[in-house]
């Protein structure tokens, strides 16, 4: 069993900071691929941005020099740092994972769920 928490979703006013954290516990050998996904209100779930094990990133252009995202590896966790935050940023924020549990077998997994609300 995996669990992941996630914290750190709030309202906010445009071009405010919010940092989000999601942690993880359970049966995991490795986590390989740390995300951070979002969901506005009739569309698509989208990547924001994701890291590797090793610190390579990966953004969303419609975040890329607003948002950061972290890793720490010994406490399973990954942050988002969200800078000059916008409306269009509003939505549901999902942190996902993938890796390899105990026995090698292959795990993808997805948080609950954050709301973050930025207001004009």
């Known amino acids: 069993q995996v669990q992941l928490v996630e914290s750190g979703g709030d309202l906010v006013q445009a071009g405010g900071s919010l940092r989000l954290s999601c942690v993880v516990s359970?049966?995991?050998?490795?986590?390989?691929?740390m995300g951070w996904y979002r969901q506005a209100p009739g569309k698509q779930r989208e990547l924001v941005a994701d890291i590797t094990r090793s610190g390579g990133t990966n953004y969303a252009d419609s975040v890329r020099g607003r948002f950061a995202i972290s890793r720490d590896n010994a406490k399973n966790t990954v942050y988002l740092q969200m800078n000059s935050l916008k409306p269009d940023d509003t939505a549901v924020y999902y942190c996902n994972i993938e890796g390899v549990d105990r026995w090698y077998r292959p795990l993808n997994y997805w948080g609950q769920g954050t709301q973050v609300t930025v207001s004009s």
């Open positions: 359970g049966s995991i050998r490795t986590i390989n691929t």
